[in-house]
């Protein structure tokens, strides 16, 4: 019966082929570790996110007016609903926590190199998608941080040389951040950039199966096939891999839950505590802190306080800020290097990586907290420190001694 | 390599989470603290959203002296009288005022045109204020009052300096006035100064105490500050009414996950053995 109905559909659309090539016959390196697990967990975010989303928005008003009672009656009124929303919230920091792992994974084992140039690309593009989802997100609740995160953020295009205050006012639909702000943004969030974000995760898994995984050795597996032109050195994902994403799945969730249920607020990380005032445009907060996940890039913001040859200071900032967040795209391009993994790369790869990552986090938490005039001065220095890592890749890659790569993976 | 690299992570968050405490809660003010140490650091409220006769005297005390100008606009009667255990006609008679239904939303009668020409200013909603500010802040709040003559009001707050809002419980607390006293010389290390000869301790004057004038109010020190923490207790509660059961459920979801792990890590295992 089963075998009838599959034949039915194999005969109309390549049903059984398309199952063995993406699922349960696509061929995952044998060597694969525990950071080849954020892949699988962000299609689970995603998932959560799309989900929770929609039911929040059973019952979300989007006016200037409506907002902020909206959610506390889905918090309080809608059976459930504030499971909804935490689910949402969580979901959101968790998103961003695993893309960043993701992305660093790709940048420690060369995953990015040939051929695999286009999958890092796309998956860029995802991470691009992911900001702006988290920024249009972040300012439907319209509480007090919602609407001057939303002011200072869009208030950048308007330090573009010339144009600045045009665009800015063609961006915001009004001479200030208004209900109109509010609902193009909602129609952003909950509409174009959801069905953007599928596309591109869509392409992004087909081009992953094109190429193949890459693995902590950066061998290429495709080199050693068996007699049915399976790789030697890769398992099937069903059953072997679907019952570790399982297992890994699991424990993922135990966290998630965790945090939902017993610590929405995360300390004020997941849900700022000023949000729990309704946006007022007459008094501004006495620190506009954003979310957690973009602090990295607020402090290279702020880091710039110095205007150079007439460009204002706040422009170069932002121009730095959206550099920032550019400069991976160019990373298959930048790195010169014969082999791939960290593990075989010389000691100024290893050294650049590590400045890259303490940048980051020193960045992320300069941030968080008030400037001070320390802090600018931390902020500047570990600015150039994190393009350090991507502008002297094409010299440090190209010099450096490199171990012998193995032909085969190699299981201690 | 990948130790090292999971290490750095890990610090890097670590890093990040020791910054916690300071994303949340507000300071308070020129708040003294009893000992005159510390200033401008909250009295700890110790809430607890499970102590329902508290909640409930809380809830009496809010209903009676706070919404005449307070709304807690995004909650409900009924919602409050179902889990503070109040019955409904205990509730209807004794804690709504005018004509309000059990279903309604918890308004004020105040035109809020008129209130700002009153107060300088709207009193705000206090639905989500002890999430906004931390009830910390609000039970110092609450116990900050002082006279000072030299406001409209003739009353002024510690926590809050020149704040529009009347001191509305004079009645439970009494009249509370900022007093001088004797304090003893700290040093940062701890040590106290004393005079060298005779061992005495030796003293300066600070200023900004608060002291309730004995016999003025209806409650004694030890029981207003009770009364303040049911206070706080009812606010902490009105920002985050589903705590009870968020964390109910919680705790069935994390042991079916549990469950769940457990059994696809034998799973795993089983299929695990295959490869080598």
Known sequence: MVTKLMNWFDDRLPLTATIERHLTKYPAPINMNIWYLAGVLLVVVLVIQLASGIWLLMNYEPTAEGAFASIQYIMRDVQYGYIIRYMHTTGASAFFALIFLHMFRGMMYGSYQKPRELLWVLGWITYLLLCMLGFTGYVLPW???????????MSLFGSIPYIGEDLLTWIRGDYLISGITLTRLFAFHVVLLPLALIAVVFVHILALHEVGSNNPDGVDVK??????????DTKPFFPYDITHDLYAIGVFLIFFVAIMFFYPDGGGYVIEYVNYEAADNLKTPEHIVPSWYYTPYYAMLRAITFPVLGLSAKFLGFVVMAAGIAIFVALPWLDRSPVKSIKYKGFYSKFFLTLFVI????????GSVASTPLGTLLAQFFTVTYFSYFLLMPIYTKYETCKPVPDRIQLS | MRNISLSIVILGVGLLASNLSAAGGAACGNYLSEDGLTKGECDKAYVDATDKPSLQRGAQIYMNYCLGCHSLKYARYKKVSEDLEIPLDMFKDNLIFGDQKMGDLIQVGMDPKEAKEWF?????DLTL?????????VYTYLKSFYIDESRPLGVNNKVYEN????????????????VCRQVS????????????LTGERLTQEQCGFLEVEAGTGQLNPEEFDEAMLDLTNFLAYMTDPMKTERESIGTYTLLYLFIFTMLSYLLYREFKKDLH
Not at chain 1, 223 to 232: I, T
Not at chain 2, 129 to 137: C, H, I, K, N, Q
Request: aromatic share 12%.
């Open chain 2, 129 to 137: 204020e002890a999430g906004l500010r931390g009830p910390d802040w």
């Open chain 1, 223 to 232: 080199k050693f096939k068996d007699e049915d032109g399976v790789p030697l």
């Open chain 1, 359 to 366: 940048s980051f986090f020193v960045l992320g938490y300069l």
């Open chain 1, 143 to 153: 509480g007090q941080m919602s609407f001057w995160a939303a002011q200072v953020i």
């Open chain 2, 185 to 196: 010389f700290v040093a940062e290390n701890g040590g106290i100064r004393q005079d060298p």
């Open chain 2, 163 to 178: 704040v529009g809002m009347p001191h509305v419980l004079v009645d439970l607390q009494g009249t509370p006035q900022s």
């Open chain 2, 120 to 124: 300088g200013n709207t009193p705000p």
